[in-house]
């Protein structure tokens, strides 16, 4: 069949190539947790300021226990440890660092200066759509846009939280930009099929495995290219990716890091768009690690946020701590997914 040609050549094309997929750069440190957001409540302003001081103390365990803490208090104590960075005090400067960073902090300069970058394009996208401009000055446009963003540290995971359903935001429009840094895209072929993720989905529903990445899709004029190398087949973008989709394809593809996708779930939990559901699916391991505390963290969160979203699903009480727990809670949502995929609302 001709759609069985074309797969092929991808996967061959695919298959020859492989380049560094480019990621936002988000710090390793572990999430904060909901369970240490409670615990900070309770915790003054006069606590935090005392634990900052505690930065700058002779003792290197009350330092290290300072910081610790202060991760831990997460957002309540920004303000006085974002204050902290310009202390005279090197080692209090340094630990304050670190601890921003730990917890996603962009300086308010750098939001100020990713709102302005989007109300800019948002502004030129209206012209364009007004005097019908061609695509082609859409994409540069976007080539511009996107480039500059890269410039500014942790801007994608401040565009991911403007798709909070609590934020005030355009958010077709900041996930057009969110897919545009994360080279988040769905390239759709003459004969009815999608290449997303790690496979090509036909029409008919079936499915051809694809490569595993990370691979690198270009478009220059009216040739596709994917690695570098042109790809034989007619292929457009598909331009309006929804909000849910974007979020999906960071928690279910290759492209997001551990702690966007692990922001990525949560928001789609706020959500509660069923729609969700086979992305984040598709983000479950069968097999886990004990000692990758990473993949632990987020099979835990994606087993919580399916219970969230589709309350008729399976449901799941683990900590995450239980490895026996999270294994039983992905057989049985992989055994409900293998039927509720093919029925209402998800067979369509």
Same mark, same amino acid.
């Given at each position: 069949?001709?759609?069985?040609?074309?797969?092929?050549?991808?996967?061959?094309?695919?298959?020859?190539?492989?380049?560094?997929?480019?990621?936002?750069?988000?710090?390793?440190?572990?999430?904060? #947790?909901? #369970?240490?957001?409670?615990?900070?409540? $309770?915790?003054?302003?006069?606590?935090?300021?005392?634990?900052?001081?505690?930065?700058?103390?002779?003792?290197?365990?009350?330092?290290?226990?300072?910081?610790?803490?202060?991760?831990?208090?997460?957002?309540?104590?920004?303000?006085?440890?974002?204050?902290?960075?310009?202390?005279?005090?090197?080692?209090?400067?340094?630990?304050a660092e670190k601890i921003l960073d730990a917890l996603n902090w962009i300086s308010p300069e750098d939001c100020k200066k990713i709102d302005e970058l989007?109300?800019?394009? $948002?502004?030129?996208?209206?012209?364009?759509? &007004?005097? &019908?401009?061609?695509?082609?000055?859409?994409?540069?446009?976007?080539?511009?846009?996107?480039?500059?963003?890269?410039?500014?540290?942790?801007?994608?995971?401040?565009?991911?939280?403007?798709?909070?359903?609590?934020?005030?935001?355009?958010?077709?429009?900041?996930?057009?930009?969110?897919?545009?840094?994360?080279?988040?895209?769905?390239?759709?072929?003459?004969?009815?099929?999608?290449?997303?993720?790690?496979?090509?989905?036909? &029409? &008919?529903?079936?499915?051809?495995?694809?490569?595993?990445?990370?691979?690198? %899709?270009?478009?220059?004029?009216?040739?596709?290219?994917?690695?570098?190398?042109?790809?034989?087949?007619?292929?457009?973008?598909?331009?309006? %990716?929804?909000?849910?989709?974007?979020?999906?394809?960071?928690?279910?593809?290759?492209?997001?890091?551990?702690?966007?996708?692990?922001?990525?779930?949560?928001?789609?939990?706020?959500?509660?768009?069923?729609?969700?559901?086979?992305?984040?699916?598709?983000?479950?391991?069968?097999?886990?690690?004990?000692?990758?505390?990473?993949?632990?963290?987020?099979?835990?969160?994606?087993?919580?946020?399916?219970?969230?979203?589709?309350?008729?699903?399976?449901?799941?009480?683990?900590?995450?701590?239980?490895?026996?727990?999270?294994?039983?809670?992905?057989?049985?949502?992989?055994?409900?997914?293998?039927?509720?995929?093919?029925?209402?609302?998800?067979?369509?």
């Amino acid at each position: 069949m001709k759609f069985v040609a074309y797969a092929l050549t991808v996967m061959l094309i695919l298959g020859a190539q492989l380049s560094v997929f480019a990621q936002e750069e988000i710090p390793k440190e572990p999430p904060i #947790e909901q #369970e240490a957001v409670e615990k900070s409540e $309770a915790v003054t302003q006069a606590d935090i300021k005392a634990l900052v001081k505690e930065l700058g103390s002779d003792d290197w365990q009350a330092r290290d226990k300072a910081m610790e803490r202060l991760v831990e208090i997460g957002e309540p104590a920004l303000s006085a440890v974002a204050a902290a960075r310009d202390s005279d005090d090197f080692e209090v400067k340094t630990r304050a660092e670190k601890i921003l960073d730990a917890l996603n902090w962009i300086s308010p300069e750098d939001c100020k200066k990713i709102d302005e970058l989007v109300k800019s394009y $948002a502004v030129e996208d209206k012209k364009r759509a &007004d005097t &019908d401009e061609e695509d082609e000055a859409k994409k540069k446009a976007v080539r511009r846009l996107i480039d500059e963003m890269k410039k500014i540290k942790l801007s994608g995971f401040y565009l991911i939280k403007k798709l909070r359903p609590s934020e005030e935001s355009d958010k077709k429009l900041v996930a057009e930009i969110l897919g545009g840094l994360l080279n988040l895209t769905y390239w759709t072929g003459a004969d009815g099929y999608h290449i997303a993720g790690n496979k090509i989905v036909m &029409d &008919d529903g079936e499915e051809i495995p694809m490569p595993a990445g990370p691979w690198r %899709i270009e478009e220059k004029g009216d040739k596709v290219f994917i690695n570098g190398m042109e790809l034989q087949l007619p292929t457009k973008i598909e331009k309006e %990716i929804p909000p849910v989709a974007v979020l999906g394809k960071i928690v279910g593809g290759c492209q997001g890091s551990f702690k966007l996708k692990l922001e990525g779930l949560k928001i789609l939990e706020e959500m509660k768009d069923k729609e969700a559901v086979q992305y984040v699916m598709h983000a479950l391991k069968t097999k886990l690690n004990p000692e990758d505390e990473e993949t632990i963290k987020l099979q835990h969160q994606i087993l919580t946020t399916l219970s969230k979203i589709e309350k008729d699903g399976p449901s799941y009480e683990g900590d995450g701590k239980d490895i026996e727990k999270l294994q039983t809670g992905t057989a049985s949502w992989k055994k409900w997914w293998r039927k509720a995929r093919k029925e209402e609302p998800y067979n369509k």
